[in-house]
């Protein structure tokens, strides 16, 4: 029996992606394809239908730099000029140089920031929401800065709409998942709190005691109680301790533990800087005036904190 000729044999079908793979392959690389791919390193790769380059990923690359390590700026009065330009650049890599020059301008050259200070803690907040982390870090570690060179001068008229959303960022940071983000944006409410006077902080604070973030009413919370230990009887008194007793007895009923806690540390600082009562009448006198702002069960719960003290 003959043969049949080759040209009449069955042909093997292939899909379409094996052909594609095949063909792809047997493409010819000339030398210059071969030492472009090779200086790409390997930190960005092709992409499949059409050869552009896909953004490297990115985070690997930044260098977090603690405030001790930054340097003083050379010609800060030329740099400053330029600083602005940096910060509303859509290069991330740009912007993150950009926000450690805004913190060496922070500790060493303060004085150059505040005509744009406003719109410097705006870029901060645009930044903290950006989903790349090591962005979002650099812009939390900026913010820590910021706080310990320019304090109250954040809360003033210009600048007090920028701090409230910016507060509100570093309490979203802070009850994330994302362990060193969160871990960073601790650090900073606690920067905020220890250089910042507590009574308009607290006034700052207390809008998000209610928030419908679990997580962010804990953080709010802690932020609060950390600012009531440091003020004294009178700026208590000067906020009001009917308020500050009513919005611990809320807490106290909170589904989170670091909420409750924060909750007893306030009622904690309240009684033991109880105004109008010697030492041997706090407790009566506490114990009234729990009763007359709580509820009865608040009351019994609050009270019961400070009875072994």
Known sequence: MALKPIDDAIPVTMDNDRLIKQVKVAFPLDNSNVNQIKQSGSNSVLNDENGD?????ADASVDYISSGDLKRIAHPDV??????????????????????DTRRFALYHSTLLIPVLEMVVLVLVKAIKNPRSALCKTSIMASSDLFNSYGDRLLESTA??????????????????????????????NVMIQSLSPLPLLRKLQAYVSHSNLRVRAKAALSISNCVSKMNPEKLNEYGPVSLVQMAAEL?????????????RIVISLY??????????????WQNFCQSNLPALHAQSVVKITIPL
């Open 252 to 264: 106290l009923n909170d589904r989170l533990p670091e909420a409750r806690e924060a909750a007893r």
């Open 272 to 285: 033991e800087s109880f105004l109008g009562a010697k030492e041997d009448q706090k407790q009566e006198s």
């Open 53 to 57: 380059r896909l953004p490297p990923n």
């Open 79 to 100: 740099k400053i000029q330029s600083l602005v330009e940096g910060l509303e650049s859509k290069n991330w890599t740009k912007l993150c140089d950009s926000l450690n």
């Open 160 to 189: 007090s709409d920028a701090f409230d959303q910016l507060l509100l960022q570093l309490l979203l940071k802070a009850s994330q998942d994302k362990r060193f983000v969160c871990e960073e944006a601790e650090k900073a409410l």
